[in-house]
Nanobody, 123 residues
């Protein structure tokens, strides 16, 4: 069983920044495909970013150039640095993980999920 706990959400004005963190209960961050998803009220969940065991990253077009996914293997922690935030970035953000299967896409379904952290961006 893998537990993922997100933190770092909050309220920010448009143009601002937030950094989300996700701590894993076991040593998976360096070995698994790790990702961030988000879901806004009334919308489907969408993939935002992912990072593979070898450091390869991928992003949704809507966040490219503004969001950066990274990890700290020693701390078993995944991060999402979000800059130039827009009101449309407002959503519940979820950390997710899946054992590596040879590829790691930002919109791949994942096996393990956190409970989410809420981001609200006001205009």
């Amino acid at each position: 069983q893998v537990d993922l706990v997100e933190s770092g959400g909050g309220s920010v004005q448009a143009g601002g920044s937030l950094r989300l963190s996700c701590v894993a209960s076991s040593n998976i961050v360096r070995r698994y495909c790790m990702g961030w998803f988000r879901q806004a009220p009334g919308k489907e969940r969408e993939g935002v970013a992912a990072i593979d065991y070898d450091g390869t990253t991928g992003y949704a077009n809507s966040v490219k150039g503004r969001f950066t996914v990274s990890r700290d293997n020693d701390k078993n922690t995944l991060y999402l640095q979000m800059n130039s935030l827009k009101p449309e970035d407002s959503a519940m953000y979820y950390c997710a993980a899946r054992p590596d299967v040879g590829h790691c896409y930002y919109d791949d379904d994942k096996k393990y999920w956190g409970k989410g952290t809420l981001v609200n961006v006001s205009s």
